[in-house]
């Protein structure tokens, strides 16, 4: 080996302890636990080797609940808070003044902690013996009928967890975007003008293909943040998301590590992997994609 090549792998030698001892041991030792059937946390045996753990994930309805949940919670959120950040950072980048205040007023959200959030939102939708809350007191001066957010149907609480989740999100994609959009040549602008291309024309043929590569990154981060969602669901509903049927994949790992049902590693194993098997293939599938309409 050359001596220049000697050093280069010198200098990437504890990056390369870091990672494997953070990131390729556990992963290592996730598989090996989730093939064990029947351990014992006490005793740290188990009576065999398979697949059984998977087959048991996948046939528990709170896994199946929690996967219908992140799945719903996927669809809705990353395509929406995408498209408003969109919205409101084309809004941003035609503001001449107070343009940095209101970036900075739209950015407040994603510095604030995520269980204060989501007490603020607890408190506008939640019904109690006193107050039916700040949102169904709008929804009653219009004629409508009040809605229990919190503990009543499912879909009252899965809108709420939705626009929780794209509230806290939307800050972050912003400052991406206007980022993007000052980027983008503004002699392109001109010259579409003089060609009397509709605002609509150059939005669609010059804009998006300009900031293509960011609008995929937010997409393929956004995809893997909303199925590693828990806190969420937490900051909303409380910890016992299995009651409130409003549990995520991520909840049910650490529920079937820590919470009611805990102590069982081997399943909270499978269902992880299940998980990573899932972010895996839609990370793939969303950069081949990406190869194909991103303007490099």
Do not use: H
């Not at 049902?261 to 895996?280: K, N, T």
């Amino acid at each position: 080996m050359k001596k220049s090549g000697l050093k280069a792998w010198l200098y990437l030698l504890p990056s390369l302890i870091f990672l494997g001892f953070f990131m390729v041991y556990p992963l290592v030792d996730v598989l090996v636990y989730s093939l064990e059937e029947g351990y014992n946390s006490a005793s740290q045996t188990f009576s065999g080797v398979g697949l059984y753990n998977y087959a048991y994930v996948l046939r528990d309805p709170y896994f199946l609940q929690a996967v219908k949940n992140t799945f719903i919670l996927v669809i809705i959120t990353v395509p929406v808070s995408t498209g408003l950040a969109l919205l409101i950072s084309l809004g941003l980048s035609s503001i001449g003044k107070l343009r940095e205040l209101f970036r900075t007023i739209y950015f407040l959200p994603y510095v604030t902690n995520t269980l204060a959030v989501g007490l603020v939102f607890m408190i506008l939708f939640k019904k109690t013996p006193y107050t039916d809350g700040m949102v169904n007191m709008l929804i009653g001066l219009f004629g409508g009928k009040s809605v229990d957010f919190i503990e009543g149907p499912y879909w009252a609480k899965m809108f709420v967890l939705c626009f929780y989740t794209v509230w806290i999100v939307l800050p972050f994609k912003i400052l991406i975007l206007t980022s993007a959009l000052a980027s983008v040549n503004k002699d392109y602008y001109s010259a579409a003008r003089v060609d009397g291309a509709s605002g609509f024309r150059i939005f669609a043929r010059i804009t998006v293909p300009m900031i293509s590569p960011m609008l995929f990154y937010l997409i393929i981060t956004g995809f893997i943040g909303a199925f590693k969602a828990y806190s969420d669901s937490v900051a909303l509903f409380g910890t016992n998301l299995n009651a409130a049927g409003m549990n995520t994949i991520v909840g049910y790992i650490y529920d079937m590590l820590y919470g009611d049902s805990g102590g069982y590693p081997s399943y909270a194993s499978a269902a992880a992997l299940i998980l990573f098997a899932i972010v895996f293939t839609i990370t793939v599938i969303n950069l081949f994609i990406s190869r194909k309409k991103v303007n490099a």
